[in-house]
C-alpha cells in the first residue's frame, strides 16, 4: 500500500521501508516512523474505539499524552496492551491491533452504547445499578467490564526480561528539548556528570517539530550537532528513550528505559526495559508543555488532533492527517501550524479563530472571532461547521482539523512531592510553585518560559546556577522569541456533547452536571466522572475540566483548584517494576550443606522460609507419604535416626556479660548455667507474649552459642541487636550470626550414642556419666575435625545434636549413614521431627503462633521473677494470667480410628456449638506411631485442671465432631526417662 | 531515602530496616512503683506527629547498626541519624 499522505521532507530515513500490520493488513514506514505517523501517512485515521461508547477515535497528539491512539502491539505472549501508537517505533514486522472493538474497527455493535449516552453520563452506574444488590457481582459488573475497558492481556507468561540499575549524576536534566539540551550543553562543558533523558527516541523535544531557524542551522540540525557534542563528553550520559517516571525522596528519581520496545526481536540476554534508580545532586525540570485542546460538539472524530501535533507530524514524520485541513485555535500558534502545513503542500481550509482581533494571512483565510460548532463523518472528518463572527453557518470540507487552545507547561514532577502549581494569568496556566522536591528547578516550557529562546536561556542559566557555575555561559543561538499571549478558550458553549476527557468518555455536561449534583472538589469531580483517571491521567483533559467548573462555581480557577500529580508519569508495565525478581529470584533459596546427598537419597523437599528442607525420605515400594514418616519415626524412636537441623538460627553470644545479657533476652536465667551445660530458652516479647525458643550452651564463662527457630532466625538476632545496642549498651557483649558456619544434625535414638562414638575421637568421653543429657563441649570427630556435640532432644529420645563446619556438612551425613548402618540408621525429614516433637509435647512455631504466652504454653513458671527481663513485668498483666486461661493440653480420640486435625474447635460434651461456648483449638495434630492413633496438641481454657475429661473437637467448616479425651501433652515418655539413658 | 550513617556515609534506605519510634530506648525500670503501668505506656503508646521524629532504624544490609534517625514524617527530610548506642548512653543507659 502507497503512503498516500506522505509529505515531503522530515525526519523519517526514506532511504529504508519497513513494513507493519495493523488490524492484520500491511502498511509501508520508514525508520524515524512512529505507529501513528505511520498509519497517518497511509490514510489511516481511524485507530481505536472509546472506553465507554465505543466511539471511533483517531490520535489526539503526537506524544506521551495520547489519550485516544491506544493499541496492542506484538502477538503470542509479548502481546501488550493499551500501548500508544504516538511513542511506539515502527520496526520491520511489527503487528498492532485496535483495541475495544468487535466484531471489527469500522463495525462496532457496541457503538450501540452512544445511542444510550443520555443514561450513561457521569455516575450512571451509582445511580442505575443500585438494586439488588447480589445482581452487582453477578451481572453487572461483568457486563460493564466486557463492555468498558481496553485492551486484553495474552493471559501467558511474558517470556522477556526486565532489569533495574542504578545511576549517580551531579545533576539530572529531565527532557531534552531545547532547555534541556542547552542545561546538558553548560553543565556537560563545564565537567559536571551530567544525565540527560528523554522519552522520545530522538533527542530534541520541540526542536525537531518546527520549521524555524536556530541561528544559521534549522531546528534539528542544532539539537542534533548539540547531541553529537554531548555524545563526545566523557561526562555526560544520554538516555533517549528513558521516561523520568518519579521524583522520590533525597533527590532520587525513578526512570524507566525501553532498551527493546523498538526492535523485533531482542538480543539475548538483553531486558526489554530498565527500570533506573538515579541518584542526584541536583535536578533540572525541563519537560516542555503540552497543548490543550478546545472542547466544541463532535470534536471527537478521527482527523481532530492538537494543532501542534499536526505541525510534529509534518515536520518530524513527513506525513498529515488528511490533504486539506482547517486549524480552530485561540492563540498565534494554531497560525504557525496552518503556515507550515501549507509549505509542505497541504491545503488549508481556513484557519478558525475566537479571537476578533486574530492576524491575517494572505496564502489562507482567517475566519475571526468564528467558533466549530459541529463536525461531521462517522469514520473520519468530513465537515466542520463554524458559526462566524456575523451568526451565520459556514461549512468547510476538510479530512483534518487542528485545535490549538495555548500550553500548559509539564509540571507533573513538581508535584510529586506534594508540591502544588501557582495560577500565572499571563498564560492562563498553572505553572511550578515554589514548593517543589528539593534539589529541583524548572526550566524552559515547563516553567511558562514558552518561547525557544527563553527555553534555550532558561536551559542554560537553570544548569549553572542549579551547579553553582561560576564560567561563562555557552552561546545561545538566535531563536524565535514570540510574546505569549494565551487567552484562555475552553469550550464552545451551547453543545450537547463536547470531550474533555477522550480516553475516559468524560463531556463538558458529565463536568456540569457533577456539579448540579453538589460535587464541589476538584477530587470529587474527578472520582464522579472519571476525568483523568485513565491511563493518560488527563494531560490533555484535567484543565478544562477544572476551568468548567470553576465557570459553574463563579470561582477563578485558582480558587477552584488544581490537582497535582503522582508517579508515575507515564504508565510503567508491573514486569519494569519486578525487574529479575520474578521466579526463583523473587524468592530464592537456601541449600543446607548435605542437600544433594538428600536428593540423592529421594527427599521430598519443603521450604521453611528461605531453606528447602528434606520433609521426608521415601523408600522404593511407598505410595504415601504416612508410610515414610511412620517408619522414619518407629525406626529413629527403636534404633537410631539422623535429621537436618541446619537451618536453626545460630547465634554466638561472646563477652564478659554474655549471661547476664541472655538473663535479658530470655525469660528464664542464665546466670548459674555451668560451663558445658545447656539449657532451653523462652524469649518474650516485651507485651509478655512468646517470641521464640531455642537453647543456649555455655562452652565457656564468656561464650555461649544460642539457637533459634527456623522461621525466627533473622528476627531474633535483629532483636538481640536491639536489646544489647538500645537497651543495655555498656554490656560487655558481642553477637554474630553463625548460621552458616556450622552444618549441625540431630542424632536420635536409643542407638544415637553407639552411633557417635564411632565417629567421634577415642579421648571424647560420651558416656552417659561424662556427657550427660543437656551437656555440651567442643570435640572433634573422625580424627580431629573440631565438632561441637550438644546433648538436646527434640524427639523425646536420647539424642545429640552433631554441628561441623559447613564444608563438611555433606561428608559428615554420609559418613553416619555408612557407620550407622549397623544399627539401621534412618534419616528422617521435618514430618518425622514434627510427629515426635507432637508425641513429646514440645511447642513449636504452630504454637508460639504470636497470641501465646509462658503460662499458656505451660512454662508459666519459667518466667523468673527474681530478674528483669524482656516481658516479664507485662507478663503479669491481670488479662493474661485469668484462671481459665489457655493451657496447652494434649488430646486423643475416644474412638482410635478418628482423626483429629489442627483448627478444630474444643467445646463441652454437651450444650451448643458456637463461639460463646468455644473452650479451644488444636495447634498441632498428627498420626503417632508410637501410640497407633491420632493425636493433637491444644490450647484449653483452664487446661491444666480438665486431664480426662471428654469434649467434642469440632469444625463447623468441615462438619467435623469427633469426641476426644484431654491428655497430658507428653505422650510418649513423660517421665522423661529416655533423654537420660 | 537515602540514610546518612554516622559510620558508613550516605546509604540507600532499602538496606536498612525501620522499627519505629526511638521512645523504644526508653525502657522503664522494672523495679519501680509504676513499673506495670510504665511498661503498659512503653509497648503501646507512641506519638506520631507529623513533623519531626526519632525513629529507630536497623542497618541490617550492612553493618547492623541500630541508628536513631531524626526525620520530618512530612517531607521525609532528615536532619540527624546517631548511633543509638550513643543515644542510649547520653540518656544513662548503661548495663
Known sequence: MTQANRLSGGLVDRNSTLSFRFDNRNYTAHPGDTLASALLANDVRLIGRSFKYHRPRGVLTAGSEEPNGIVELRTGNRQEPNTRATTAEVYEGLDARSQNRWPSLKFDALAINDRFSNFLTAGFYYKTFMWPAAFWEKLYEPIIRKAAGLGSLSMEDDPDEYDKGFRHCDLLIIGAGPAGLMAALTAGRAGSEVILADEDFALGGRLNSESFSLGDDSASDWAAATVAELSALPNVRLMPRTTVIGAFDHGIYGAVERTGDHVAALPAGKPRQILWRIYTKRALLCAGATERPIAFENNDRPGIMLASAMRTYANRFATTAAQRVAIFTNNDDGHRTAIDLRAKGVKIAAVIDVRDDAPINYDFEVLKGAQVVDTKGRLGLTFVEVALADGSRRVLECGALGVSGGWNPNVHLTCHHRGRPVWNDDLAAFVPGGDLPPGMTVAGAANGTLSTHGALLSGAEGAAKALGLKCALPDVPEAEDAAINQTPFWYVKGCARAWLDQQNDVTVKDVKLSHQEGFRSVEHLKRYTTLGMATDQGKTSNMGGLAIMAEMAGKSIPETGTTIFRPPYTPVPIATFGGRMKGQDFHPTRLTPSHYWAKERGAVFIEVGNWLRAQWFPLPGETHWRESVDREVRQTRASVGVCDCTTLGKIDVQGTDAAAFLNKVYCNGFAKLAVGKTRYGLMLREDGIAMDDGTAARLAEDHFVVTTTTANAVNVYRHMEFVRQCLFPDMDVQLISTTEAWAQYAVAGPNSRKLLQKIVDPEFDISNDAFPFMGCGNITVCGGLRARLFRISFSGELAFEIAVPSRYGDALMRRLMRDGEEFDVVPYGTEALGVMRIEKGHAAGNELNGTTTALNLGMGRMVSKKKDSIGSTLSEREGLNEPDALMMVGIKPVNADDKVTAGAHLMDASGPVDAQHDQGYVTSAAFSPSLDCHIGLAFLKNGGARQGERMRLVSPLTEENVEVEIVSAHFVDPEGERLRA | ?95
Open chain 2, 1 to 95: 531515602m537515602i540514610i546518612p550513617h554516622p559510620l558508613l556515609g550516605p546509604r540507600d534506605s532499602s538496606e536498612f530496616v525501620y522499627l519505629g519510634d526511638a521512645s523504644l530506648i526508653d525502657r522503664p525500670d522494672w523495679q519501680a512503683e509504676n513499673a506495670a503501668e510504665a511498661f503498659y505506656d512503653y509497648a503501646y503508646l507512641r506519638g506520631n506527629p507529623a513533623g519531626e521524629h526519632h525513629e529507630l532504624w536497623y542497618h541490617e544490609g550492612g553493618d547492623r547498626s541500630w541508628l536513631v534517625v531524626t526525620r520530618n514524617t512530612v517531607t521525609h527530610e532528615i536532619s540527624k541519624v546517631e548511633l543509638a548506642r550513643d543515644v542510649a548512653r547520653a540518656q544513662g543507659r548503661s548495663k
